[in-house]
Every structure is written in structure tokens, then in C-alpha cells.
């Protein structure tokens, strides 16, 4: 009975377990924790229980909110039963990631997203004594196919470790034990954009052992199984944990091997390519240290030294070694302060088919005044890079290098001082160099790329190339090159540059996969080092369906922005000239567009195909045939694809159409149909001009007249980028355009006034209100003749009040000078003759003055109205008939 209920216990606690776990994990991180199931094993790790939590995530909250921190496939915990079943904690003994995935940052503000161990109790927390606490007693430790993803901001640096299997094993819980690791991974690459920029790729393995002493959170090391390809390693020293982001550090590493291809190994280039089969010859030397503090504000000092000498290696179906390979680097800074650091490159150099290179190069106090020396020496014929390294299957390279410059002195910044005396001097020149490969088919090719270097700036004094199909010219001047390539400054340059025919969807396309099954598109990212002022020509442009020709303007490359300055283009038989910024600088995914238009004679159909914000902006221009002119305004932001986030857009602008004529619009067409007026069907549109404003998907049309023949329309209102439509349309029409349906629709109406005591006469135009609503493809057309019937009535009181101030005037006169026979009464006839009084009513002249009062009094009174009326619904037949 009782092997049964121990047996069976964790399966009858489960509930009670899960529980725990998600309060306890609750209770002690600041972050999100998720898994999909509990699983609770006493086969796994007999006689320990295991406790796996499948598809666990992890993410931040607070400064790194909805950041991942971890996700894994199976986290497992092994602990013993009996603490576990009762007592107030669990012993865990064991924990295992499967597939994890591992997302480190540390932002610009020196914090980082792993610190979410809660130190002391919330405010507001409720302290539940129900919830256990984990002891964590571990002995051993695992992650398998792991993946880890590391950068910090402050340093810009980025590290990635791929397939990562890793082990340990020790008692956790002593105050000193030795702790015994395993660690492999499969590719490990470096990427750091410091100083002095470095990238390296490299499969690594590390075994070692760790002498860890609790008591000051030390952990010391001596070993010589530390691999990077195929070189060795050997390392020693401590390493100390003070506080959180505060470390302390001593550790010294050298080669044991002084093997030319061992060192040959860390080039991904050679490793990668029948490296077991290349012959090599040659010594190498490297060893260096690093020792001392690690936090927000100081750095280690190092020191390096790498000696290759006599260097020379073969590929056995290459035809040309690579040989007296001559190298001498070191890198020194004795304090960890980045100004301090000197590097010095004393010797480099190397014979390819009797081609050489020769470089030195010294540089330091590189962020306070920087001192470089260097000289870059030689000639080489690029196609035989490919006789004696393997390039990438598909790799075509050819052309002349030939180069003499050399630069001493402190780099000038901004200012140019007399004082630093810095000499540049030299040229270099680059001949009938063509590059291609399966990922680039295109290529680069340049005819000819000639630099001269001065003490002020290096000239580029000739560039002809072609690169996507373009054939480029382009002269200018860099600023200061020595700076940026320091990691100082931005580079400064102004460049002349004229291209035949550019294909910009191309150059946007470039660097990603362009194969057929995988045209990816991304958005243009523009670098954050690039202070560039660019005056441009161009033949032609491409954009989708866009087609310029002619283009110049100025381009200003600066702040991770591209601002635009009068650049002018003929295109869709007009002229543009557009002034604007694009900037990747708040989001590289969504890039921001600040942009103004003016053009002059644009075809209207030929503006709606080439442009998409045309046509959600003017999707009336689908029906428009003519010429335009325009200015218009428009910000927002665009997809990573380059397509516009039409949901960001907001503007305003004015559209003038100059010539031309709108056809086959279904609202109009539909109105065209109700009221049997052809005239609507086909518009003259000449010298139409309106005003608009965009924003949030909507944009509101100002009313603007337009007129077809004697037909006079005040058109305003809204439509969305949807197609949906909200406008008003004041119409005048000639009752002699009116078809068969539009007038008895009109007399109905009249009829309908009448019988509500409203007076109605009809002149020879017909006002009416018409209200759009509905989509473009699918209009609802509705008619108001609330405007005829206020019109018409107005108009007739109006002639009513003149026509009895005559006869009263009248009256006066032949009261005055009688002429009429004695006893004929005087009498008024309105030209409103109600149905139910067919004879003219005679009054005396007494009636006649307050009959004439009580009309000037309802003159100003607004008559009341108690029907409506539409093209869609109505009782009479000429309503039904729309």
C-alpha cells in the first residue's frame, strides 16, 4: 500500500504541483512565464521525481516590455519526492533547457533584460505563506541544441552562438567544489563595430574545469581544451562576480602550437574549403592578457601579440600559392580607457604571382587626437585571388590594384588645425575591375576608380562603372576619410554623379535572396555614418510603374535620413519637382516620409497607374481623362516592403485639372440614368480647381464648381481610402434636359408642394441637392428637392411682392388721376393660381393694402415642409422609376 501511494503520488499532487510552480515563478521574477503542460516522471531521473514544463516562454516587462528572454521546448527539473510531497520547500537537485533559445540585451543605458529575480517583496504583494519556496541544490546542469543571441548596445557589439550543447556538473551547494563543463557549439561569430572593428565566425569547443569558491563568488581556471577551428588555446586565471553588471577579472592565453595553418583555420574563407587537403608552411605566435574591473564605466586592460612569419599555404587544384606571408600586430591598452588603446600593425605582407602588398599601419589616442602611420604598397591582379584562394561557387573576380599612399600625422576632425600637421599624400587606382556572384548575378564592374590623397581631403578624380544595369559617372571629394575610418566621424563628401537609367526597385532588392521563388523586398536603410551631399542626374528612373526621365536635384545623406531638394523629372507628359525627407532614424522596419509635390500637366491616367496613393488618395482620377496641375503635401510612414502605410498618411494639396473630362463615374452615371440628363454621363472638366485635406484613411474635398454645358454642380465632401463615398452635389439643371423620368419626377414633387400649401413655380433651371454615399464601384444615390422647392418658392414670393407693389403703385396713380371708368374695382391676379380657386377673388382697396402686408410678412417666413423625397424609394410612378 504504501510503494502504491508513493508511487502514485506525483501524479495524485499534479494539480497541487502546477499550482506551485506558476505562484512560485510568479512570486520570485519580474517577467511573463508561460508553458503549456506539466509532465511529472519517476522514470527520468529515478529516484528523483522530474517535472518538465513544455513550451516555456519567458518575457520582460517594465523597460524591456513584451521582450522574449527565453523560450524552450521542454525545461526539466528533477527534485527529490519527499520534499516535493511535503515539508516547506523543494529540493531542486538538477535543471535541463531542450532547444532553448536565449535573447540577452543590454541596452544604451547600460541595463539589462536577464535582471527579472525580484529582491525584495512589491508593494501591495501579498505575502502567501501556502506558496513553497525552490531550494536550489544543484548538482548538474544541461542545454541541448540551444541557441544564443547576445548584444549590447553601449559597445555595439553582437554575438551569436548556434547549436550550443553544454554540461556541468558540481555541488552548487558548498561554499568551494569544482565544477566540470563540456561545451560545444557549432558556429560562434562575433560581430563588433568598436574602435577597431572586428568579425569572426569560428566552431568552438571548451572543456574545463572550475575551481569556484562561493565565499567571494570566484571562479579559477587552467586549461588547454579551449578550440576555435582548428586552433588551440591555452587559458588561466580568475574570473569574480562583485555585484550585478561589476566584475573583476585576471586571465592570461596563449597558442601551444606555433602552426601557420592552425592559426589559417580562423579565416572562414580557407577553413571552409578543403582545408584538411592545403598545404602550409610557416609560424605563428600569439598570446596576450586581459585584467581588471568590467561595469558601466570601465573596461579591462589587454594587451595582444600575433607574429606570423614566413606564412605560406596551397591548395592542391589551385595553380598560385599564397606565400611569404609576413605578419606583426599588437594591440595594447593598459587601463581599459578607450583613448589609450594603440594599435600597431608593424609588418604586413604577402606574394601572389609575383604580385605584392605591403602595408604598416600605427594608431593611437584614437578619440582624443588621433595619430595614425601607414602606408599601403603593391600591385595586384585580382584574378589571381581565384588561382590561389576558393572563392564562393559562382565568384567571378577581375581587375588591376595598384596603390602608393601614405598618411602621417594627427587625423584632422571637423577643423583643420595648423598645428597637427597631418601629410597625406599618394593615388589609388582601380582598373577594368569586374565582381559577380550567385548572390549578386549582376555585378559591379568599373571601368576605371582613381583616388588622389592629399593632406586636406581625398579627391576622387574618376569613377565609371556600371552596377544593376546602370552606367555611372562620378567625381567629388572625401573629407575626411582617415576620421571616419577611425569610427570618429560620420564621412563627409560631396559627389557629383550622373547615372543613364536607374531601376530603383532593383537597388532596393539588393543583398537579399533574388531568386524567382523568393523576391523579398525590404526597406532602404540609410547608414548612421554617412554625412553625404549628392548632386544628381539621371536619364531615366523605374519604379513599378513609375517611368521619369530627365532628373536632377540634390540628395543630403545625413542623420540616418535622405533629405531631397528640388528634384526636378519630366514624366506622364508633365514636369515634377519634389522636395522631401526619407528617414530610417526612429524606425529601420517603417521608415518616415515627409514629401511636397508640385507638378505642372500631368495625364491624369497615366499619374493614377504609376502612383498607389494616387489611387487611394484620388480614386476618382480612374475616371478622369485630361491634364493636371497640383501641390500637395503628404507624411507618413511606409511598410518594410516600401509600399506606403496608407493608415499614417495625412496631408493636404490642390488639384487644378487644366483640360479634360470625367466618363463612366457610377454615381454620376447613376444620377445621369434617374434623371435622363446624358450631359452628366460625359463632363467637360476644363479649369476645375479644389482644394483637400488626408488624414487617418479619409480625405475631405472642399466644394469646388464644375460645369457640362449649362448643367452647374458645387461638389464637396469625403471618401475613404476603402472606396467609400460621403459627398453633396448642388445641381442646377434646364428643365429642357430633364428626360421623360426627371420631369415627372420634378412635376411630382411640385404637385406634392402644392398640395401642403406651398407655392411653387418653376423657372427655367431646376435646383436640386443630390447626396452620394456607398463605395465608388457601388454607389447609393440619393436626390433632396428640398433645394427646387425652397428656390422655386422664394423666387415666386419674391414675384408676387413685386408684381402687387407695381399694381398698388399703380393703383395710387389713377386714385390721383382717375382714367377707368367711374365704379370699375381694381383687382391683383398672382401667377400662382391655386386648384381650388379658379377665379381671381376681387377686393376692395382697403382689402388690397392688408392683403399686400400680410404678403410682405410671409415673404421672410420660411415655408414648412412635411415631405421628403429619393431616387430610390418613392410612392408616385416617376420616384419608383429610379
Known amino acids: 500500500m504504501l510503494v502504491t501511494f508513493v508511487w502514485s503520488a506525483p501524479w495524485l499532487f499534479q494539480g497541487k504541483i502546477s499550482h506551485q510552480i506558476r505562484a512560485r515563478l510568479n512570486k520570485d521574477l519580474r517577467a511573463h512565464v508561460q508553458f503549456s503542460g506539466l509532465e511529472i516522471s519517476l522514470f527520468r531521473h529515478f529516484p528523483k521525481v522530474s517535472i518538465a514544463l513544455d513550451n516555456l516562454q519567458v518575457t520582460c516587462v517594465g523597460e524591456f516590455q513584451d521582450d522574449t528572454l527565453l523560450t524552450a521546448k521542454r525545461f526539466t527539473v528533477s527534485c527529490d519526492m519527499k520534499s516535493l510531497i511535503s515539508g516547506d520547500s523543494i529540493r531542486a537537485r538538477s535543471i535541463a533547457f531542450d532547444e532553448p533559445r536565449f535573447h540577452a540585451r543590454i541596452n544604451k543605458y547600460g541595463h539589462c533584460n536577464w535582471d527579472i529575480v525580484k529582491s525584495e517583496m ?24 540551444g541557441y544564443l543571441d547576445y548584444r549590447d548596445e553601449r559597445r555595439d557589439m553582437h554575438i551569436e552562438v548556434l547549436n550550443l550543447e553544454h554540461e556541468g556538473k558540481g555541488n552548487f551547494s558548498s561554499e568551494q567544489f569544482t565544477l566540470n563543463t563540456k561545451t560545444t557549439a557549432e558556429a560562434v561569430r562575433v560581430d563588433y563595430n568598436g574602435t577597431i572593428p572586428y568579425r569572426v565566425t569560428v566552431k568552438s569547443g571548451i572543456n574545463m574545469a572550475f575551481r569556484v569558491d562561493n565565499r567571494n563568488h570566484t571562479w579559477s581556471f587552467n586549461t588547454d581544451q579551449i578550440s576555435f577551428n582548428d586552433l588551440k588555446l591555452h587559458a588561466e586565471g580568475f574570473f569574480q562576480w562583485i555585484t550585478e553588471g561589476n566584475y573583476n577579472m585576471n586571465i592570461r592565453f596563449k597558442v601551444p602550437s606555433t602552426k601557420f595553418k592552425d592559426f589559417l583555420s580562423l579565416m572562414p574563407s580557407v577553413y571552409q574549403k578543403d582545408f584538411t587537403s592545403i598545404e602550409t608552411n610557416g609560424q605563428v605566435n600569439f598570446n596576450g592578457f586581459i585584467k581588471g574591473k568590467y561595469d558601466e564605466k570601465h573596461f579591462p586592460a589587454y594587451h595582444a601579440n600575433l607574429y606570423v612569419l614566413n606564412g605560406y599555404f596551397k591548395y592542391p587544384d589551385l595553380p598560385t600559392p599564397v606565400e611569404h606571408i609576413n605578419l606583426g600586430i599588437q594591440v595594447d591598452n593598459p587601463d581599459g580607457i578607450s583613448d589609450h588603446l594603440m594599435v600597431n600593425v608593424s609588418d604586413a605582407h604577402a606574394v601572389m604571382n609575383k604580385d605584392t602588398l605591403d602595408l604598416h599601419f600605427l594608431a593611437k589616442n584614437l ?18 585571388i581565384s588561382k590561389g584562394i576558393k572563392l564562393e561557387p559562382g565568384t567571378r573576380l577581375t581587375g588591376l590594384l595598384n596603390s602608393d599612399i601614405h598618411a602621417k600625422g594627427i587625423v584632422p576632425g571637423k577643423e583643420i588645425s595648423k598645428k597637427d600637421n597631418f601629410q597625406s599624400w599618394g593615388n589609388a587606382e582601380l582598373s577594368n575591375f569586374s565582381w559577380f556572384s550567385n548572390k549578386y548575378p549582376g555585378g559591379i564592374t568599373l571601368e576605371k576608380f582613381l583616388m588622389t590623397f592629399t593632406s586636406r581631403d581625398v579627391l576622387i578624380k574618376e569613377l565609371k562603372g556600371e552596377y544593376l544595369a546602370t552606367h555611372i559617372d562620378a567625381t567629388g571629394s572625401m573629407n575626411n576619410l582617415f576620421d571616419f575610418a577611425l569610427g570618429n566621424q560620420p564621412l563627409n563628401a560631396s559627389i557629383d554623379v550622373k547615372a543613364d537609367e536607374l531601376n530603383l526597385r532593383e537597388w532596393i532588392k539588393t543583398g537579399h535572396d533574388q531568386s524567382a521563388s523568393a523576391q523579398i523586398n525590404t526597406s532602404l536603410i540609410v547608414p548612421d555614418n554617412i554625412d553625404l551631399t549628392l548632386h544628381a542626374e539621371a536619364g531615366k528612373l523605374h519604379f513599378d510603374n513609375l517611368d521619369l526621365q530627365n532628373l536632377s536635384g540634390k540628395l543630403i545623406v545625413a542623420n540616418e535620413a535622405i533629405q531631397l531638394i528640388s ?17 530610417t532614424l526612429e524606425s529601420r522596419e517603417n521608415p518616415d516620409i515627409a514629401l511636397v509635390y508640385d507638378v505642372k500637366g500631368l495625364d491624369v491616367q497615366k499619374t493614377f497607374f504609376a502612383f498607389n496613393t494616387v489611387r487611394k488618395i484620388m480614386p476618382v482620377a480612374k475616371f478622369i481623362a485630361g491634364n493636371i496641375n497640383a501641390h500637395m503635401t503628404l507624411n507618413g510612414k ?6 506606403t502605410d496608407l493608415q499614417t498618411l495625412y496631408g493636404e494639396g490642390t488639384v487644378e485639372l487644366v483640360s479634360g473630362s470625367m466618363k463612366d463615374f457610377g454615381p454620376l452615371d447613376k444620377l445621369s440614368q434617374s434623371l435622363e440628363v446624358k450631359e452628366l454621363k460625359d463632363i467637360p472638366l476644363s479649369n476645375t480647381k479644389a482644394d483637400f485635406t488626408f488624414k487617418s484613411g479619409k480625405v475631405v474635398v472642399s466644394p469646388f464648381v464644375a460645369r457640362a454645358k449649362d448643367i452647374e454642380m458645387e461638389i464637396g465632401g469625403t471618401h475613404g481610402f476603402d472606396q467609400s463615398l460621403e459627398y453633396a452635389v448642388n445641381l442646377s439643371v434646364l428643365r429642357s434636359q430633364l428626360g421623360s423620368k426627371g420631369s415627372m419626377f420634378v412635376k411630382h414633387v411640385v404637385e406634392q408642394a402644392a398640395d401642403k400649401g406651398i407655392p411653387v413655380k418653376l423657372k427655367d433651371a431646376v435646383s436640386m441637392n443630390v447626396k452620394m454615399s456607398g463605395t465608388i464601384n457601388s454607389p447609393d444615390v440619393r436626390t433632396d428637392m428640398d433645394a427646387l422647392v425652397d428656390k422655386a418658392s422664394n423666387d415666386l414670393n419674391k414675384e ?24 370699375k374695382q381694381l383687382y391683383v391676379q398672382t401667377a400662382y393660381k391655386s386648384k381650388t380657386n379658379t377665379k381671381p377673388k376681387k377686393t376692395s382697396v382697403t382689402d388690397r393694402k392688408k392683403t399686400t402686408h400680410k404678403t410682405l410678412k410671409k415673404k421672410h ?22
Open 638 to 643: 511606409l511598410h518594410e516592403d516600401m509600399t
Open 861 to 882: 417666413k420660411k415655408p414648412v415642409r412635411h415631405y421628403s423625397t429619393s431616387l430610390k424609394k418613392g410612392k408616385s410612378t416617376a420616384s419608383n422609376s429610379h
Open 122 to 145: 512589491y508593494p501591495n504583494e501579498i505575502n502567501d505563506s501556502s506558496i513553497r519556496t525552490i531550494r536550489w541544490e544543484i548538482q548538474n546542469y544541461a542545454i541541448h541544441s
Open 800 to 823: 408676387v411682392s413685386d408684381f402687387v407693389n407695381a399694381k398698388l403703385d399703380s393703383a395710387k396713380q389713377e386714385l390721383k388721376h382717375p382714367q377707368s371708368p367711374p365704379g
Open 367 to 384: 578619440k582624443s587626437k588621433p595619430f595614425i602611420d601607414m602606408a599601403l604598397v603593391g600591385h595586384l591582379d585580382l584574378a589571381n
Open 567 to 583: 528634384v526636378k523629372a519630366n514624366g506622364m507628359d508633365g514636369e515634377i519637382i519634389l522636395d522631401g525627407t526619407y528617414s
